[in-house]
Protein backbone atom coordinates (compact mmCIF):
# COMPACT_ATOMS: atom_id res chain seq x y z
CA UNK A 1 0.00 0.00 0.00
CA UNK A 2 1.09 3.73 -0.65
CA UNK A 3 1.06 6.74 1.17
CA UNK A 4 0.93 10.45 0.42
CA UNK A 5 1.09 12.45 2.59
CA UNK A 6 1.36 16.56 2.62
CA UNK A 7 2.57 18.60 4.97
CA UNK A 8 5.77 17.51 6.51
CA UNK A 9 5.38 19.03 10.29
CA UNK A 10 4.13 17.39 13.96
CA UNK A 11 1.27 15.33 12.36
CA UNK A 12 2.85 14.95 9.15
CA UNK A 13 6.15 13.59 10.27
CA UNK A 14 4.49 10.95 13.04
CA UNK A 15 2.07 9.67 10.38
CA UNK A 16 5.05 8.76 7.38
CA UNK A 17 6.75 7.13 10.83
CA UNK A 18 4.17 4.96 12.01
CA UNK A 19 2.85 3.81 8.48
CA UNK A 20 6.29 2.96 7.27
CA UNK A 21 6.63 1.23 10.33
CA UNK A 22 4.00 -0.64 9.30
CA UNK A 23 4.54 -1.75 5.66
CA UNK A 24 3.37 1.30 4.27
CA UNK A 25 5.68 2.72 1.21
CA UNK A 26 4.88 6.70 1.90
CA UNK A 27 6.04 10.28 0.08
CA UNK A 28 6.11 12.89 2.09
CA UNK A 29 5.57 15.98 0.63
CA UNK A 30 6.44 19.82 2.27
CA UNK A 31 5.27 23.45 0.34
CA UNK A 32 8.58 24.82 2.00
CA UNK A 33 12.01 24.27 0.63
CA UNK A 34 13.38 22.96 4.05
CA UNK A 35 12.44 22.00 7.69
CA UNK A 36 10.28 25.25 9.24
CA UNK A 37 12.48 26.85 12.06
CA UNK A 38 10.18 28.96 13.57
CA UNK A 39 7.71 28.36 16.34
CA UNK A 40 6.40 28.72 19.61
CA UNK A 41 7.64 26.81 22.88
CA UNK A 42 5.06 24.89 24.05
CA UNK A 43 3.77 22.72 26.51
CA UNK A 44 3.73 19.34 25.44
CA UNK A 45 0.86 16.84 27.50
CA UNK A 46 -1.74 14.76 27.00
CA UNK A 47 -2.75 12.35 24.39
CA UNK A 48 0.47 13.35 22.21
CA UNK A 49 3.30 12.92 25.17
CA UNK A 50 1.72 9.30 25.77
CA UNK A 51 1.66 8.34 22.07
CA UNK A 52 5.16 9.69 21.90
CA UNK A 53 6.24 7.70 25.31
CA UNK A 54 5.36 4.75 22.77
CA UNK A 55 7.35 5.49 20.08
CA UNK A 56 9.99 5.84 22.03
CA UNK A 57 10.55 9.72 21.23
CA UNK A 58 10.53 10.71 25.33
CA UNK A 59 14.31 10.68 26.00
CA UNK A 60 14.97 12.86 23.06
CA UNK A 61 12.37 15.33 23.70
CA UNK A 62 13.56 15.54 27.25
CA UNK A 63 16.94 16.61 25.78
CA UNK A 64 15.18 19.09 24.08
CA UNK A 65 13.49 20.16 25.93
CA UNK A 66 13.90 23.20 28.73
CA UNK A 67 13.19 23.55 32.31
CA UNK A 68 10.79 26.62 33.24
CA UNK A 69 9.78 26.80 36.95
CA UNK A 70 7.47 29.73 36.69
CA UNK A 71 5.92 32.33 34.41
CA UNK A 72 5.57 36.06 35.21
CA UNK A 73 2.96 38.56 34.05
CA UNK A 74 4.54 41.41 34.38
CA UNK A 75 3.32 45.10 33.61
CA UNK A 76 4.85 48.35 31.54
CA UNK A 77 7.61 49.10 34.41
CA UNK A 78 8.41 45.24 34.78
CA UNK A 79 6.97 44.60 37.96
CA UNK A 80 5.49 41.40 38.65
CA UNK A 81 1.57 41.24 39.15
CA UNK A 82 1.09 37.79 39.27
CA UNK A 83 2.48 34.14 38.63
CA UNK A 84 2.41 30.57 37.41
CA UNK A 85 4.29 27.92 38.82
CA UNK A 86 4.88 25.28 36.25
CA UNK A 87 6.09 22.63 38.57
CA UNK A 88 2.52 22.57 39.92
CA UNK A 89 0.85 22.26 36.98
CA UNK A 90 3.30 19.95 35.33
CA UNK A 91 2.35 17.61 38.85
CA UNK A 92 -0.89 18.03 38.21
CA UNK A 93 -0.36 16.41 34.78
CA UNK A 94 1.45 13.45 36.85
CA UNK A 95 4.77 15.21 35.76
CA UNK A 96 3.88 13.85 32.44
CA UNK A 97 4.61 17.15 30.16
CA UNK A 98 7.68 19.00 28.28
CA UNK A 99 8.19 22.31 27.54
CA UNK A 100 9.67 22.62 23.96
CA UNK A 101 10.07 24.25 20.85
CA UNK A 102 7.60 23.53 18.49
CA UNK A 103 10.54 23.44 15.66
CA UNK A 104 12.48 20.65 18.06
CA UNK A 105 9.63 18.32 18.58
CA UNK A 106 9.57 17.93 14.76
CA UNK A 107 13.44 18.01 15.05
CA UNK A 108 13.03 15.02 17.00
CA UNK A 109 9.67 13.55 14.74
CA UNK A 110 12.64 13.67 11.87
CA UNK A 111 15.37 12.15 13.23
CA UNK A 112 13.55 9.34 13.71
CA UNK A 113 11.96 8.99 9.78
CA UNK A 114 12.49 5.69 8.48
CA UNK A 115 15.53 5.87 5.78
CA UNK A 116 12.83 4.54 3.10
CA UNK A 117 10.21 7.66 3.72
CA UNK A 118 10.52 9.34 0.48
CA UNK A 119 10.66 13.25 1.38
CA UNK A 120 10.34 16.00 -0.89
CA UNK A 121 10.63 20.11 -0.51
CA UNK A 122 9.44 22.62 -2.29
CA UNK A 123 6.76 20.87 -3.78
CA UNK A 124 2.87 20.19 -2.65
CA UNK A 125 -0.41 19.28 -4.73
CA UNK A 126 -2.09 21.46 -7.37
CA UNK A 127 -4.75 19.01 -8.29
CA UNK A 128 -6.91 15.92 -7.00
CA UNK A 129 -8.30 12.93 -8.52
CA UNK A 130 -10.46 11.42 -6.21
CA UNK A 131 -11.26 8.02 -6.93
CA UNK A 132 -12.68 4.83 -4.97
CA UNK A 133 -9.49 2.59 -5.43
CA UNK A 134 -7.22 5.08 -4.73
CA UNK A 135 -5.84 8.92 -5.65
CA UNK A 136 -4.13 10.68 -8.64
CA UNK A 137 -2.18 13.70 -7.05
CA UNK A 138 -0.82 16.36 -9.75
CA UNK A 139 1.98 18.12 -7.97
CA UNK A 140 3.28 22.07 -8.53
CA UNK A 141 6.04 20.62 -10.88
CA UNK A 142 3.28 18.89 -12.86
CA UNK A 143 4.48 15.33 -12.05
CA UNK A 144 2.07 13.02 -10.98
CA UNK A 145 1.53 10.60 -8.42
CA UNK A 146 -0.91 7.41 -8.08
CA UNK A 147 -1.58 6.14 -4.17
CA UNK A 148 -3.71 3.87 -2.32
CA UNK A 149 -4.72 7.02 0.22
CA UNK A 150 -3.73 10.64 0.26
CA UNK A 151 -3.83 12.48 3.38
CA UNK A 152 -3.94 16.19 4.44
CA UNK A 153 -1.31 16.98 7.27
CA UNK A 154 -1.19 20.13 5.62
CA UNK A 155 -1.86 22.31 8.71
CA UNK A 156 -4.98 25.40 9.49
CA UNK A 157 -4.68 26.53 5.63
CA UNK A 158 -4.47 23.03 3.92
CA UNK A 159 -4.32 22.72 0.27
CA UNK A 160 -5.36 19.34 0.32
CA UNK A 161 -8.79 20.77 2.81
CA UNK A 162 -9.25 23.09 -0.07
CA UNK A 163 -9.27 20.73 -3.39
CA UNK A 164 -11.10 18.07 -1.93
CA UNK A 165 -13.65 19.41 0.67
CA UNK A 166 -13.66 23.11 -0.63
CA UNK A 167 -12.80 26.56 0.73
CA UNK A 168 -11.31 27.30 3.50
CA UNK A 169 -13.90 30.19 4.62
CA UNK A 170 -15.87 27.15 4.96
CA UNK A 171 -14.48 25.57 7.24
CA UNK A 172 -12.45 28.03 9.39
CA UNK A 173 -13.81 29.73 12.64
CA UNK A 174 -12.03 32.39 13.12
CA UNK A 175 -11.58 33.17 17.11
CA UNK A 176 -10.90 37.47 17.07
CA UNK A 177 -7.16 37.20 17.54
CA UNK A 178 -3.86 37.46 15.32
CA UNK A 179 -0.67 35.66 16.93
CA UNK A 180 3.14 36.20 16.09
CA UNK A 181 6.32 34.60 16.43
CA UNK A 182 10.17 35.05 16.50
CA UNK A 183 13.22 34.69 17.53
CA UNK A 184 16.65 36.95 17.58
CA UNK A 185 20.01 36.98 19.79
CA UNK A 186 20.89 39.47 22.63
CA UNK A 187 22.89 38.41 25.27
CA UNK A 188 21.68 41.40 27.39
CA UNK A 189 17.82 40.40 27.39
CA UNK A 190 18.62 36.92 27.25
CA UNK A 191 19.96 37.42 31.04
CA UNK A 192 17.61 39.59 32.03
CA UNK A 193 15.26 36.67 31.44
CA UNK A 194 16.92 34.06 32.88
CA UNK A 195 15.21 30.39 32.68
CA UNK A 196 11.72 32.32 33.51
CA UNK A 197 8.90 33.14 30.99
CA UNK A 198 7.55 36.19 30.88
CA UNK A 199 4.37 37.79 29.69
CA UNK A 200 2.88 41.11 29.95
CA UNK A 201 0.13 41.65 32.01
CA UNK A 202 -2.01 43.72 29.92
CA UNK A 203 -5.39 43.86 27.89
CA UNK A 204 -6.58 42.45 24.75
CA UNK A 205 -2.75 41.89 23.62
CA UNK A 206 0.05 40.49 25.29
CA UNK A 207 3.64 39.94 24.56
CA UNK A 208 5.70 36.80 25.73
CA UNK A 209 9.62 36.21 26.59
CA UNK A 210 11.95 33.11 26.87
CA UNK A 211 15.51 32.90 26.88
CA UNK A 212 16.74 30.01 24.19
CA UNK A 213 19.90 28.33 24.27
CA UNK A 214 23.00 30.20 23.03
CA UNK A 215 21.76 33.47 24.09
CA UNK A 216 18.65 33.28 21.71
CA UNK A 217 15.64 35.33 23.06
CA UNK A 218 11.84 33.97 21.86
CA UNK A 219 9.09 36.14 21.75
CA UNK A 220 5.29 35.40 21.39
CA UNK A 221 2.26 37.81 20.78
CA UNK A 222 -1.18 37.76 20.66
CA UNK A 223 -4.07 40.58 20.53
CA UNK A 224 -7.09 40.83 19.98
CA UNK A 225 -8.68 42.27 16.52
CA UNK A 226 -12.47 41.80 14.22
CA UNK A 227 -10.40 41.88 11.13
CA UNK A 228 -9.53 38.41 10.02
CA UNK A 229 -7.39 39.29 7.75
CA UNK A 230 -3.48 39.51 7.91
CA UNK A 231 -1.58 42.57 7.38
CA UNK A 232 1.10 43.15 4.29
CA UNK A 233 3.77 43.40 6.40
CA UNK A 234 3.66 41.83 9.65
CA UNK A 235 6.58 43.82 11.01
CA UNK A 236 5.23 47.01 10.58
CA UNK A 237 1.84 45.33 12.45
CA UNK A 238 3.81 44.12 15.53
CA UNK A 239 5.12 47.47 15.93
CA UNK A 240 1.76 49.17 15.76
CA UNK A 241 0.30 46.84 18.09
CA UNK A 242 2.63 45.89 20.37
CA UNK A 243 5.10 49.37 21.30
CA UNK A 244 3.26 51.01 24.19
CA UNK A 245 3.01 47.99 26.12
CA UNK A 246 6.26 49.39 28.18
CA UNK A 247 9.02 47.51 29.72
CA UNK A 248 11.26 45.26 27.89
CA UNK A 249 8.60 45.52 24.55
CA UNK A 250 10.47 48.62 22.57
CA UNK A 251 13.63 47.03 22.86
CA UNK A 252 12.63 43.57 21.81
CA UNK A 253 10.67 44.93 18.76
CA UNK A 254 13.30 46.97 17.71
CA UNK A 255 15.03 43.55 16.85
CA UNK A 256 12.45 42.00 15.30
CA UNK A 257 13.78 40.45 11.82
CA UNK A 258 12.63 41.37 8.51
CA UNK A 259 8.98 40.19 7.51
CA UNK A 260 10.12 36.74 6.13
CA UNK A 261 11.41 35.95 9.35
CA UNK A 262 8.45 36.62 11.56
CA UNK A 263 5.71 33.50 12.30
CA UNK A 264 1.98 35.49 11.66
CA UNK A 265 -1.37 33.93 11.76
CA UNK A 266 -4.80 34.13 12.79
CA UNK A 267 -5.65 32.06 15.96
CA UNK A 268 -8.49 29.80 14.27
CA UNK A 269 -10.31 26.23 14.49
CA UNK A 270 -11.32 23.86 11.79
CA UNK A 271 -14.39 22.13 11.50
CA UNK A 272 -15.63 20.27 8.78
CA UNK A 273 -18.52 18.26 8.61
CA UNK A 274 -16.41 15.56 7.30
CA UNK A 275 -12.45 14.19 7.83
CA UNK A 276 -12.15 11.93 5.07
CA UNK A 277 -13.74 11.40 1.31
CA UNK A 278 -13.15 8.31 -1.02
CA UNK A 279 -9.10 7.62 -0.55
CA UNK A 280 -8.60 11.13 1.08
CA UNK A 281 -8.36 11.87 5.07
CA UNK A 282 -7.32 15.24 6.81
CA UNK A 283 -5.27 14.77 10.06
CA UNK A 284 -3.90 17.53 12.33
CA UNK A 285 -4.88 21.10 12.25
CA UNK A 286 -5.79 20.50 8.76
CA UNK A 287 -9.01 19.07 9.93
CA UNK A 288 -9.25 20.22 13.80
CA UNK A 289 -6.81 22.58 14.70
CA UNK A 290 -8.01 23.84 18.10
CA UNK A 291 -5.77 26.97 18.43
CA UNK A 292 -3.25 28.74 20.50
CA UNK A 293 -6.04 29.29 23.38
CA UNK A 294 -6.00 25.16 23.57
CA UNK A 295 -2.14 24.79 23.95
CA UNK A 296 -2.81 21.04 22.56
CA UNK A 297 -2.33 21.18 19.08
CA UNK A 298 0.73 19.89 18.60
CA UNK A 299 -0.30 17.12 21.19
CA UNK A 300 -3.17 16.22 19.28
CA UNK A 301 -1.77 16.48 16.01
CA UNK A 302 1.03 13.84 17.06
CA UNK A 303 -1.55 11.72 18.97
CA UNK A 304 -4.23 12.35 15.96
CA UNK A 305 -1.50 10.72 13.41
CA UNK A 306 -1.10 7.78 15.76
CA UNK A 307 -4.67 6.99 16.26
CA UNK A 308 -5.13 6.99 12.03
CA UNK A 309 -2.22 4.57 11.78
CA UNK A 310 -3.20 2.32 14.16
CA UNK A 311 -6.92 2.26 12.97
CA UNK A 312 -5.45 1.76 9.05
CA UNK A 313 -3.79 -1.27 10.65
CA UNK A 314 -6.44 -2.74 12.64
CA UNK A 315 -9.05 -2.46 10.20
CA UNK A 316 -10.55 -4.59 7.69
CA UNK A 317 -9.79 -2.14 4.61
CA UNK A 318 -9.01 1.33 4.05
CA UNK A 319 -12.24 2.91 4.02
CA UNK A 320 -13.04 1.37 7.17
CA UNK A 321 -9.58 2.20 8.61
CA UNK A 322 -10.42 6.04 8.15
CA UNK A 323 -13.95 5.65 9.26
CA UNK A 324 -13.21 4.13 12.62
CA UNK A 325 -10.67 6.82 13.29
CA UNK A 326 -12.98 9.60 12.70
CA UNK A 327 -15.28 7.99 15.26
CA UNK A 328 -12.92 7.49 17.81
CA UNK A 329 -10.76 10.77 17.52
CA UNK A 330 -13.49 12.92 16.77
CA UNK A 331 -15.01 13.56 19.82
CA UNK A 332 -11.78 13.84 21.96
CA UNK A 333 -10.83 16.93 19.64
CA UNK A 334 -14.69 18.54 19.65
CA UNK A 335 -14.01 18.65 23.81
CA UNK A 336 -10.76 20.87 23.74
CA UNK A 337 -11.80 22.80 20.73
CA UNK A 338 -15.24 24.02 23.23
CA UNK A 339 -12.15 24.24 26.48
CA UNK A 340 -10.24 26.08 23.95
CA UNK A 341 -13.61 28.90 23.43
CA UNK A 342 -14.42 28.50 26.50
CA UNK A 343 -11.07 30.08 27.93
CA UNK A 344 -10.45 32.90 25.79
CA UNK A 345 -11.23 35.76 28.41
CA UNK A 346 -8.47 34.21 31.09
CA UNK A 347 -6.03 33.26 27.89
CA UNK A 348 -6.03 37.35 27.01
CA UNK A 349 -8.20 39.42 29.40
CA UNK A 350 -10.38 41.72 27.33
CA UNK A 351 -11.12 44.30 30.41
CA UNK A 352 -9.07 45.59 33.54
CA UNK A 353 -11.65 43.85 35.36
CA UNK A 354 -10.92 40.24 33.64
CA UNK A 355 -7.48 41.13 34.28
CA UNK A 356 -7.72 41.86 38.19
CA UNK A 357 -9.82 38.81 38.22
CA UNK A 358 -6.80 36.57 36.41
CA UNK A 359 -4.53 37.74 38.59
CA UNK A 360 -6.55 36.61 41.83
CA UNK A 361 -7.20 33.68 40.21
CA UNK A 362 -3.54 32.90 39.77
CA UNK A 363 -2.87 33.59 43.01
CA UNK A 364 -5.12 31.27 44.69
CA UNK A 365 -3.42 28.54 42.26
CA UNK A 366 -0.34 29.06 44.49
CA UNK A 367 -2.71 27.10 47.48
CA UNK A 368 -2.98 22.84 47.54
CA UNK A 369 -5.58 21.80 45.68
CA UNK A 370 -6.51 24.57 43.88
CA UNK A 371 -3.71 24.93 41.26
CA UNK A 372 -5.02 21.19 40.23
CA UNK A 373 -8.58 22.25 39.63
CA UNK A 374 -7.09 25.44 37.70
CA UNK A 375 -4.81 23.03 35.60
CA UNK A 376 -7.59 20.51 34.72
CA UNK A 377 -9.89 23.24 34.13
CA UNK A 378 -7.84 24.57 31.20
CA UNK A 379 -6.72 21.45 30.01
CA UNK A 380 -10.13 19.82 29.49
CA UNK A 381 -11.13 16.22 30.28
CA UNK A 382 -8.26 13.33 30.46
CA UNK A 383 -7.63 11.67 27.16
CA UNK A 384 -6.93 8.12 27.74
CA UNK A 385 -6.96 7.28 23.79
CA UNK A 386 -3.25 6.10 23.47
CA UNK A 387 -3.22 4.52 25.96
CA UNK A 388 -6.26 2.20 25.41
CA UNK A 389 -5.05 1.69 22.46
CA UNK A 390 -1.93 0.41 23.18
CA UNK A 391 -3.86 -2.22 25.51
CA UNK A 392 -5.59 -3.34 22.73
CA UNK A 393 -2.80 -5.17 21.10
CA UNK A 394 -4.35 -7.24 18.32
CA UNK A 395 -3.13 -7.68 14.87
CA UNK A 396 -3.12 -6.04 10.99
CA UNK A 397 -6.77 -5.88 9.87
CA UNK A 398 -5.62 -5.67 6.15
CA UNK A 399 -2.11 -6.36 4.58
CA UNK A 400 -0.01 -3.19 3.98
CA UNK A 401 2.33 -4.67 1.36
CA UNK A 402 0.88 -6.14 -1.49
Not at 146 to 158: F, K, M, P, R, T
Not at 333 to 339: G, I, L, M, Y
Request: charged share 25%; hydrophobic share 40%; proline share 4%.
Amino acid sequence: MKAIICGAGIAGLTLARELCERGWEVVLLERSPAPRTQGYMIDFFGPGYDAAETMGLLPRLHELAYRVPEACFVDRNGRTRARVDFERFTEALSSRMVNILRPDLERALRENLPAEVDQRFSTGPAHIANRSDGVRVTLTDGRELDADLLVGADGVHSTVRTLVFGEERNHLRYLGFHTAAFTFHDPEIHARLGDRYFLTDSVDRQIGLYGLRDEKVAVFAVHRTNEPTLPADPRAALLDHYSSLGWLVPDVLRRCPAAEDVYYDQVAQIETHRWHSGRVVLVGDACYAVSLLAGQGASLGLAGAYVLADRLRRAASVEDGLEEYEQLWRPVVEEKQRTARSGVRWFLPHTSTQLTLRRIALGLARLPGVGRFIAKSQTGKPVTTITELNRQGGTTGFSARR
